[in-house]
């Protein structure tokens, strides 16, 4: 059995390289900056779709499971390494707040549009036979990206939902159109803010470093180091010991979990695996700073082993996307995504306009950017305005990213428990009061003179 599992492990592998091959020659694939990860997959849909290679249908069936697994130690490192600097928090308090409750109220209300979408067919279209959740894939694709997608499936399964295969290859759709759509948009966007002259920094179009578009960087000279040796590979390898801690607390978060469930304790015997193990990670990253051990974690290493984690994820989902099931409900499914782009953007730079003085626009365009791809999609499109990062632009929203993070702590459990038992409507009125409450927050009467 593990063999197989290896075997179709290598297959994923090979996926990956031949997508770095082609988003390295395919000028399409550079303009939109699609990762291997997705390429790979959807080369992978179409040998599984077509049969041109014969696939066992077992390996299609780990593939579907994988990104569920995975997305544990990708959840569960996050807060892992964490570090907010109080003078920074001091200085830029106020714009990392509105940073914040913008991101939230856009997501929330994603799910507002996602329900919504829900509840209309059902009256319009009830032939359709939405289930009870469909809406929640918006969000999760559009604001969570790949990674917050690929763990829909285990999620709904956690909760004893018969669709959940269904769920996670409508989440990766959208995941993997807004991600493209995020792009498209936030360039044109960008164009358009040009010649409005409401860019602060950027005055003419200026290009991508051409090593953003192909996907690689040939100069060692200027190739980043992944991170720090933090350890002596006599003792053991640095990465090693980032992946015991991770994997340590995943289990641990499964042990945990298995009690709670003993217990029948009403709400928490709901929540996912990963959730409780952002929680202990959480809680072990506060013990380490007070032993004065950070140095001992390197958040970019840790980055990087989460980053390979998600491209082994993101390739599997999209490679097990139940495509027959989907076009089920592709009309309910395009009218979601369309509304959602429309929505997000009046939304995103009305709040980004009305709430910052300075550089509304390069706010705007990374809140866009990560609202509807993954921050990486963000940072792109800012960097195309603001080449240097000479605005705080990405210092706040990064510190505002964390309190998500933090914040998600408190929040993801009340919405998993109305996710798992909760209606449809329940689901829409939930999302509408959290929207109402981050909006609030962002235009906070201390913050917005600030």
Same mark, same amino acid.
């Given at each position: 059995?593990l063999a197989?599992?290896?075997?179709?492990l290598s297959?994923?592998?090979?996926l990956?390289?031949?997508?770095?091959?082609?988003?390295?020659?395919?000028?399409?694939?550079?303009?939109?900056?699609?990762?291997?990860?997705?390429?790979?997959?959807?080369?992978?849909?179409?040998?599984?779709?077509?049969?041109?290679?014969p696939?066992?249908?077992d390996?299609v069936?780990?593939? !579907?499971? /994988?990104?569920?697994?995975?997305? &544990?130690?990708i959840f $569960? =490192? +996050?807060?892992?390494?964490?570090?907010? #600097?109080?003078?920074?928090?001091?200085?830029?308090?106020?714009?990392?707040?509105?940073?914040?409750?913008?991101?939230?109220?856009?997501a929330?209300?994603?799910?507002?549009?996602?329900?919504?979408?829900?509840?209309?067919?059902?009256?319009?279209k009830?032939?359709?036979e939405?289930?009870?959740?469909?809406?929640y894939?918006?969000?999760?694709?559009?604001?969570?990206?790949?990674?917050?997608?690929?763990?829909?499936?285990?999620l709904?399964?956690?909760?004893?939902?018969?669709?959940?295969?269904?769920a996670?290859?409508?989440?990766?759709?959208?995941?993997t159109?807004?991600?493209?759509?995020?792009?498209?948009?936030?360039?044109?966007?960008?164009?358009?803010a040009?010649?409005?002259?409401?860019?602060?920094?950027?005055?003419?179009?200026?290009?991508?470093p051409?090593e !953003?578009? /192909?996907?690689?960087?040939?100069? &060692?000279?200027?190739? $980043? =180091? +992944?991170g720090?040796?933090t350890?002596m #590979?006599?003792?053991?390898?640095t990465?090693?010991?980032?992946?015991?801690?991770?994997?340590?607390?995943?289990?641990?978060?499964y042990?945990?979990l298995?009690?709670?469930?003993?217990?029948?304790?009403?709400?928490?015997?709901?929540?996912?695996?990963?959730?409780?193990?952002?929680?202990?990670?959480?809680?072990?990253n506060?013990?380490?700073?007070?032993?004065?051990?950070d140095w001992?974690?390197?958040?970019?290493?840790k980055?990087?082993?989460?980053?390979?984690?998600?491209?082994?994820?993101?390739v599997s989902?999209?490679?097990?996307?139940?495509i027959?099931?989907?076009?089920?409900?592709?009309?309910?499914?395009?009218?979601?995504?369309?509304?959602?782009?429309?929505?997000?953007?009046?939304m995103?730079f009305?709040?980004?306009?009305?709430?910052?003085?300075?550089?509304?626009?390069?706010?705007?365009?990374?809140?866009?950017?990560?609202l509807?791809?993954v921050?990486?999609?963000?940072?792109?499109?800012?960097?195309?305005?603001d080449?240097?990062?000479?605005?705080?632009?990405?210092?706040?929203?990064s510190?505002?990213?964390?309190?998500?993070?933090?914040?998600?702590?408190?929040?993801?459990?009340?919405?998993?428990?109305?996710?798992?038992?909760?209606?449809?409507?329940?689901?829409?009125?939930?999302?509408?009061?959290?929207?109402?409450?981050?909006?609030?927050?962002a235009?906070?009467?201390?913050?917005k003179?600030?």
């Amino acid at each position: 059995m593990l063999a197989e599992v290896f075997k179709s492990l290598s297959f994923l592998s090979i996926l990956l390289i031949v997508g770095t091959l082609l988003r390295a020659k395919i000028k399409l694939f550079q303009n939109l900056f699609l990762p291997a990860s997705v390429i790979g997959g959807f080369i992978g849909l179409i040998i599984v779709q077509t049969s041109i290679i014969p696939i066992p249908f077992d390996w299609v069936r780990t593939y !579907s499971l /994988l990104p569920g697994i995975l997305i &544990i130690p990708i959840f $569960a =490192s +996050i807060p892992l390494g964490m570090s907010i #600097s109080k003078s920074n928090m001091l200085t830029s308090f106020p714009n990392i707040i509105k940073c914040f409750g913008i991101f939230q109220a856009v997501a929330m209300t994603q799910c507002i549009i996602g329900y919504g979408t829900n509840l209309l067919y059902s009256r319009l279209k009830p032939e359709i036979e939405l289930y009870r959740t469909f809406g929640y894939e918006l969000s999760a694709g559009f604001s969570g990206g790949h990674g917050l997608a690929a763990a829909t499936g285990k999620l709904l399964e956690g909760f004893g939902v018969p669709y959940w295969e269904v769920a996670q290859g409508i989440a990766m759709t959208t995941a993997t159109v807004g991600l493209i759509g995020g792009i498209v948009f936030g360039i044109i966007f960008i164009n358009i803010a040009v010649r409005k002259k409401n860019t602060s920094i950027l005055k003419e179009p200026n290009d991508i470093p051409i090593e !953003s578009k /192909l996907g690689f960087n040939k100069n &060692i000279n200027s190739q $980043a =180091s +992944i991170g720090r040796e933090t350890l002596m #590979s006599s003792n053991i390898e640095t990465i090693a010991f980032h992946l015991a801690i991770i994997f340590s607390v995943c289990g641990l978060a499964y042990i945990i979990l298995d009690l709670v469930r003993k217990t029948n304790i009403t709400g928490l015997s709901v929540l996912p695996v990963w959730t409780y193990s952002m929680i202990i990670m959480f809680i072990l990253n506060i013990i380490i700073g007070k032993l004065k051990m950070d140095w001992i974690v390197d958040s970019k290493l840790k980055s990087r082993i989460t980053g390979s984690l998600s491209d082994f994820a993101v390739v599997s989902a999209i490679t097990s996307l139940p495509i027959k099931a989907v076009l089920q409900y592709i009309e309910p499914l395009i009218f979601m995504m369309i509304l959602g782009f429309i929505v997000s953007y009046f939304m995103i730079f009305f709040m980004a306009k009305s709430l910052f003085k300075k550089n509304y626009f390069e706010y705007g365009i990374m809140l866009w950017g990560a609202l509807t791809g993954v921050m990486i999609t963000g940072i792109t499109l800012l960097k195309i305005c603001d080449n240097d990062y000479q605005s705080p632009v990405l210092k706040d929203f990064s510190l505002g990213f964390s309190i998500n993070f933090v914040s998600s702590l408190l929040i993801v459990p009340i919405l998993n428990s109305v996710l798992a038992t909760g209606s449809t409507m329940m689901n829409f009125i939930v999302s509408i009061i959290f929207t109402l409450v981050y909006i609030g927050i962002a235009f906070s009467p201390k913050l917005k003179g600030l």
